[in-house]
């Protein structure tokens, strides 16, 4: 029998496989989604843009669901909600795209049809339930975390990475082997049903000892449950702040946080945004980089991008215990030397090794960054239980529509050789904040 830490860590593993494996799925076919709904680029990216909005319209949502249910069942239904509406959205392009060819109308006429519309609702519906299901896995993982007494939460950002990968490989397979992306879609949301189902299991059997290991020692946030009774969810500890300060003592957690906390989150929020930019970077443009300012064919640019995504991958499996032996400031603090290393090599050299050699050393440097930023607003003082994460989460999603753009701008201004300059100062950022990080692990304390 599998010891409850193991069935624990299994079960938040499912979770963030899921959450990268099931929108991974239609990713690869959305070329195909936009065919068969007759959009130009620039209403497409409308469309695709709803998926952002409908997560930023979630902000104020998760933390009162997460105290009121608790973090796992949100994080498990929300699954199940994403997985009916990917399975939905394969109908409707179908559909869509049906009642176009009959009415004969393209989306360069006067109106759309009904098919772009609806697809629209549910991309923006599916965002909106990603960011709940995001602010929810995190705070039932660093709570699986605190229970294990170690650290096992980058182990779960990699299993996010994995399941990424795997949507992804799947969707491109079903579109060679030309199933229909109905089928395909349905398919891949019964199988996501079916491993919710797992994950909810092993949450079942562990949860006590998740709610005792979490607790023992550590502050709680009494919350209501339903009439006459109370839900009490772990809520691990953050760094000592004098009493009488800001922030400080359980007065601070009713209010929401006082300034020294909300220091304490923009630094944790910066940190975020440091790795967001570096992961950008390394999937959005590291194909491009290397051909154009490596030289390499196009055909084999793509290298870069799995160098990128590898280096990340291998960084979370071994972060934590990284974490354990030395701490997260000197985690965060290597992570900087090496993206800032990496970056500066494939800028100033140029050639296709420096090229790979430097996404292989940026995307192992910043693949730390975000894991660990979650994991410091899960310890905040000052804040409600899950609050910090959800902010952490939300900023996170509205730095996803600049980072890009950001890149694009400076690549017009300075050349794309030169636009890497963002990331580069990303790295020295990083090293010049993990101070403010000691409370994330007690390697530091």
Request: hydrophobic share 55%; with cysteine.
């Amino acid at each position: 029998m599998s010891s409850p830490a193991t069935r624990a860590r299994l079960g938040v593993s499912l979770l963030f496989f899921l959450n990268g494996f099931v929108l991974a799925n239609l990713l690869p076919r959305l070329p195909e989604v936009r065919a068969a709904l007759e959009l130009p680029p620039e209403a497409f990216g409308l469309v695709l843009a709803c998926m952002t909005v409908g997560a930023i319209g979630a902000f104020a949502l998760p933390a009162p669901l997460i105290r009121r249910f608790g973090a796992a069942p949100v994080a498990i239904l929300g699954t199940v909600v994403i997985a009916v509406l990917i399975a939905l959205a394969g109908v409707v392009v179908a559909l869509g795209a049906s009642s176009a060819g009959e009415a004969g109308v393209g989306a360069s006429g006067s109106g759309m049809v009904v098919g772009v519309w609806v697809f629209a609702a549910l991309y923006a519906v599916i965002g909106f339930s990603d960011a709940v299901v995001d602010a929810a896995q995190n705070v039932h993982g660093l709570a699986v975390e605190t229970a294990c007494g170690r650290a096992v939460f980058n182990f779960f950002h990699a299993a996010w990475s994995v399941g990424s990968v795997s949507g992804g490989a799947l969707g491109l397979g079903a579109a060679a082997v030309g199933i229909p992306l109905p089928v395909h879609l349905a398919g891949a949301g019964v199988l996501a049903l079916g491993l919710t189902g797992w994950a909810l299991r092993e949450d079942r059997a562990t949860r006590s000892w998740v709610s005792a290991g979490a607790g023992a020692g550590r502050s709680t946030v009494e919350v209501p449950e339903e009439a006459g009774r109370h839900h009490r969810e772990p809520h691990p500890p953050g760094p000592e702040v004098p009493r009488g300060t800001p922030g400080s003592g359980a007065s601070a957690v009713g209010r929401g946080g006082g300034g020294a906390a909300w220091g304490l989150c923009a630094v944790v929020v910066t940190l975020g945004l440091l790795g967001a930019l570096g992961e950008d970077i390394g999937m959005n443009w590291s194909s491009l980089f290397l051909e154009q300012v490596g030289g390499v064919p196009v055909e084999w640019a793509g290298a870069a991008f799995v160098t990128a995504l590898g280096s990340q991958f291998l960084a979370r499996l071994s972060a934590d215990r990284i974490q354990d032996r030395w701490g997260a400031v000197a985690l965060v603090r290597g992570g900087g030397v090496f993206t800032a290393v990496g970056m500066g090599l494939m800028m100033l050299v140029g050639q296709p090794w420096a090229v790979l050699v430097g996404f292989a050393l940026s995307g192992f440097g910043c693949a730390t960054f975000v894991p660990i930023a979650y994991a410091a607003a899960g310890r905040l003082p000052g804040f409600k239980h899950g609050t910090a994460v959800t902010i952490t989460s939300w900023v996170l999603r509205i730095g996803s529509l600049v980072s890009s753009p950001t890149v694009g701008f400076l690549a017009a201004w300075l050349g794309l050789r030169w636009a890497f300059l963002a990331a580069f100062c990303a790295g020295v950022a990083a090293i010049l904040l993990a101070g403010r990080l000691r409370f994330v692990s007690d390697t530091d304390r």
